[in-house]
């Protein structure tokens, strides 16, 4: 429960603002220093990362501060409360403190699961996440995790389709010397390591019936044994499960057991996939590319008009994970600026219609698609030639290519850089 004072003193804004930026002019000038040794600019990089993190932390709460101020005039006057203009939910879960590493857009069906992670993340209510693969369940996991109690304890995340079954016990509540083959020490299992704060179990719907039961008597005595030990070690860790399946179905299949679907879906939060958060797309675009331009150690690269309009309006089967490869794969093989040639080629569209075969024969989609890939290929390192006049070294410097691997593109398409060369 957090406590307002309407008359206590307000922070500046403006203040925030100006020490975050000196802030960040330090970590700029500190990255690329050259008379500190590196152990000692990573400390300082450490250091002042921390301090950006409390200077943020404080930042929210004014906002919470204001936002709160604000309401408690609204109710004392007489005029009626009108319907909260759009981005009003999100900017009040991040005026609340509300912790997310990231960003979010407006969405109804993301705010709602991020308004019920915010309320359950006190709690230490089981939580279960359900969703397309990649549209953040893991990043929901931490974010309850860090808007809880439990935030400054461990944080411990669990594929329960990687495991072997015959490790998932041994994984789980860990072992001791001599239980097995191989089990040369006494180990911690992941519930004893997640002991007083969150253990995050990802692709619940992958663990086996036998997993089950032993998850499930877990839930309900919050105690475990290691494998070859009569010893019981209680375990206080918050479960946050999380799934691409429909769990209901299973239980149907009879391939999960419907007991232990309503132990952990006390708190049930649905993530709704990418295609359904157009607003979101241009906010992960400029993140991701900040983020992979930070990673590659260059700037961020620069997007074709017609390369952003494909990015804005395509559907993303694989979610946000996808909108970040992709934005990673760009950063990496594009210059300056990225276009199309620079995207996956199995989605990349085709910026030319190959001719029909001559005995109009058929052909599958897959050639077609390889065939106008292959021709918007050659059509780019045409239009590269010409404009660097034939000379291959510069168009591997402003491509930010080996210049070998340029060489090897040109004799693909039969292309002589001599053909390009400007004559006088």
């Known amino acids: 429960m957090k406590l307002f004072n309407p008359g206590g003193e307000r922070g500046s804004a403006m203040s925030y603002a100006a020490l975050l930026e000196k802030i960040e002019i330090m970590r700029s000038t500190l990255r690329w220093a050259t008379r500190l040794e590196r152990p000692d600019v990573d400390k300082l990089l450490r250091q002042a990362n921390t301090l950006r993190d409390e200077v943020m932390q404080l930042s929210h709460k004014e906002r919470f501060v204001q936002a709160v101020s604000g309401d408690v005039e609204r109710r004392t006057g007489e005029e009626p409360v009108a319907e909260p203009p759009t981005g009003e939910r999100r900017r009040a879960l991040l005026a609340r403190s509300f912790v997310f590493e990231g960003t979010f857009g407006d969405n109804p069906k993301l705010l709602d699961a991020l308004e019920i992670a915010e309320k359950a993340a006190p709690t230490d209510l089981p939580v279960l996440v359900d969703g397309e693969s990649g549209t953040g369940k893991e990043l929901m996991a931490k974010v309850i995790h860090a808007n809880g109690a439990r935030a400054d304890k461990p944080y411990v995340s669990v594929n329960c389709g990687a495991i072997p079954?015959?490790?998932?016990?041994?994984e789980l509540f860990g072992h001791k010397k001599g239980a097995f083959t191989g089990a040369a020490n006494d180990r911690k299992g992941k519930f004893e390591s997640a002991h007083k704060g969150t253990i995050f179990l990802d692709e619940i719907g992958e663990l086996p019936l036998p997993g089950q039961v032993k998850l499930l008597r877990v839930l309900q005595s919050h105690e475990i044994q290691?494998?070859?030990?009569?010893?019981?070690?209680?375990?206080?860790?918050?479960?946050?499960?999380?799934?691409?399946?429909?769990?209901?179905?299973?239980?149907?299949?009879?391939?999960?057991?419907?007991?232990?679907?309503?132990?952990?879906?006390?708190?049930?939060?649905?993530?709704?996939?990418?295609?359904?958060?157009?607003?979101?797309?241009?906010?992960?675009?400029?993140?991701?590319?900040?983020?992979?331009?930070?990673?590659?150690?260059?700037?961020?690269?620069?997007?074709?008009?017609?390369?952003?309009?494909?990015?804005?309006?395509?559907?993303?089967?694989?979610?946000?994970?996808?909108?970040?490869?992709?934005?990673?794969?760009?950063?990496?093989?594009?210059?300056?600026?990225?276009?199309?040639?620079?995207?996956?080629?199995?989605?990349?569209?085709?910026?030319?219609?190959?001719?029909?075969?001559?005995?109009?024969?058929?052909?599958?989609?897959?050639?077609?698609?390889?065939?106008?890939?292959?021709?918007?290929?050659?059509?780019?390192?045409?239009?590269?030639?010409?404009?660097?006049?034939?000379?291959?070294?510069?168009?591997?410097?402003?491509?930010?290519?080996?210049?070998?691997?340029?060489?090897?593109?040109?004799?693909?398409?039969?292309?002589?850089?001599?053909?390009?060369?400007?004559?006088?």
């Open 165 to 170: 079954d015959s490790l998932l016990e041994s």
């Open 226 to 424: 290691r494998v070859g030990s009569d010893e019981i070690i209680v375990v206080d860790a918050r479960i946050v499960a999380a799934t691409n399946k429909n769990l209901r179905k299973l239980i149907e299949q009879g391939t999960f057991r419907e007991d232990l679907f309503y132990r952990l879906s006390v708190i049930h939060v649905t993530l709704p996939p990418l295609r359904e958060r157009k607003d979101e797309i241009p906010l992960l675009l400029a993140y991701y590319g900040d983020e992979a331009a930070e990673a590659l150690k260059r700037r961020p690269v620069a997007l074709t008009a017609r390369l952003r309009d494909f990015l804005l309006r395509y559907a993303y089967p694989g979610n946000i994970r996808e909108l970040r490869n992709i934005l990673y794969r760009i950063s990496c093989l594009a210059g300056e600026t990225a276009d199309l040639v620079h995207l996956p080629e199995d989605i990349r569209p085709a910026t030319a219609i190959a001719p029909a075969p001559a005995d109009g024969a058929n052909v599958s989609l897959a050639e077609a698609k390889r065939v106008a890939s292959d021709e918007a290929e050659r059509l780019c390192l045409e239009r590269g030639l010409q404009e660097v006049g034939g000379t291959v070294a510069e168009l591997a410097r402003r491509w930010d290519m080996n210049r070998s691997h340029l060489q090897i593109l040109l004799r693909k398409h039969g292309l002589h850089s001599k053909d390009f060369r400007k004559t006088h």
